[in-house]
């Protein structure tokens, strides 16, 4: 039977859900939460000045762990308006189930709200990968919850390999900025691609000093992807076909011959 919690209705679903599960899970006040949800922008800042001052991959490991990073993460639906996740996240679902995908795997699951909506409104077989610690228990959590026969896969930052690949789909929303090797990053997503599969990333560009744990900027985002051999197809979706890059060049030789 499947979760009211997370069947999309009406071109919408419950953002919230999300709050009331950590506050179960971590035994807090929901007053509370909503409180330190708030000030999550600073309470990320300082927790990653004392944890990281060198940016050293075990500094950051233990930075993702903490119990203070999940408030972040909690933002982005709690202040759904302001981050545009419900239509980020509805796009997403419906991405999958165009391409009727049968592999499908979160890169950075975080609350693990994504993995839900995909299992409940696709028919792909869905897996979640994160840094261990308190965001990856709270998706377990939450998978086990509502008896949603997740795929958890613990990362790791200097990874070489990703169980359960190749995938049709990866996504991955607001992660990579946060990666300490992009590239290496890049070529392990194209490394666990079926072909042709489909990269869905969505990259903040907020590179700031109140966020210093975004680390890459956009446009190395955008010409490590390129330089891997991905095709653009949409605004955030990237393929490792060839045969479009084929096609598009015919079809740019093609407009030349008219033009002459």
């Given at each position: 039977?499947?979760?009211?919690?997370?069947?999309?209705?009406?071109?919408?679903?419950?953002?919230?859900?999300?709050?009331?599960?950590?506050?179960?899970?971590?035994?807090?006040?929901?007053?509370?939460?909503?409180?330190?949800?708030?000030?999550?922008?600073?309470i990320a800042s300082k927790t990653w000045e004392k944890t990281v001052p060198k940016k050293n991959t075990k500094n950051l490991e233990k930075f993702y762990?903490?119990?203070?990073?999940?408030y972040d993460l909690l933002d982005a639906f709690y202040d759904f308006e302001k981050t545009n996740k419900i239509k980020t996240c509805l796009d997403i679902?419906?991405?999958?189930?165009?391409?009727?995908?049968?592999?499908?795997?979160?890169?950075?699951?975080?609350?693990?709200?994504?993995?839900?909506?995909?299992?409940?409104?696709?028919?792909?077989?869905?897996?979640?990968?994160?840094?261990?610690?308190?965001?990856?228990?709270?998706?377990?959590?939450?998978?086990?919850?509502?008896?949603?026969?997740?795929?958890?896969?613990?990362?790791?930052?200097?990874?070489?390999?990703?169980?359960?690949?190749?995938?049709?789909?990866?996504?991955?929303?607001?992660?990579?900025?946060?990666?300490?090797?992009?590239?290496?990053?890049?070529?392990?997503?194209?490394?666990?691609?079926?072909?042709?599969?489909?990269?869905?990333?969505?990259?903040?560009?907020?590179?700031?000093?109140?966020?210093?744990?975004?680390?890459?900027?956009?446009?190395?985002?955008?010409?490590?992807?390129?330089?891997?051999?991905?095709?653009?197809?949409?605004?955030?979706?990237?393929?490792n076909e060839k045969s479009l890059e084929n096609s598009l060049k015919e079809k740019v030789l093609a407009f030349k011959k008219c033009l002459k």
């Amino acid at each position: 039977m499947k979760n009211n919690s997370f069947i999309i209705k009406n071109n919408s679903f419950n953002p919230l859900v999300v709050i009331d599960d950590y506050c179960q899970f971590s035994g807090g006040k929901k007053s509370e939460v909503i409180e330190k949800i708030k000030k999550s922008i600073e309470i990320a800042s300082k927790t990653w000045e004392k944890t990281v001052p060198k940016k050293n991959t075990k500094n950051l490991e233990k930075f993702y762990a903490s119990k203070t990073y999940i408030y972040d993460l909690l933002d982005a639906f709690y202040d759904f308006e302001k981050t545009n996740k419900i239509k980020t996240c509805l796009d997403i679902v419906r991405f999958i189930k165009r391409k009727k995908a049968k592999k499908v795997l979160e890169f950075g699951g975080g609350t693990g709200q994504l993995c839900l909506l995909l299992h409940f409104n696709t028919d792909a077989s869905v897996s979640y990968l994160d840094l261990p610690g308190n965001t990856f228990e709270l998706a377990k959590w939450r998978f086990k919850k509502y008896k949603a026969p997740i795929s958890l896969i613990k990362g790791q930052i200097n990874a070489d390999e990703i169980a359960h690949s190749p995938f049709d789909v990866i996504v991955s929303d607001a992660v990579l900025e946060h990666v300490p090797n992009l590239q290496k990053t890049i070529k392990l997503l194209k490394k666990s691609l079926k072909l042709p599969g489909y990269l869905y990333l969505l990259f903040d560009p907020d590179f700031g000093k109140k966020r210093p744990m975004h680390l890459c900027k956009i446009t190395d985002f955008y010409n490590i992807l390129k330089k891997e051999g991905f095709i653009r197809i949409g605004e955030y979706i990237w393929t490792n076909e060839k045969s479009l890059e084929n096609s598009l060049k015919e079809k740019v030789l093609a407009f030349k011959k008219c033009l002459k």
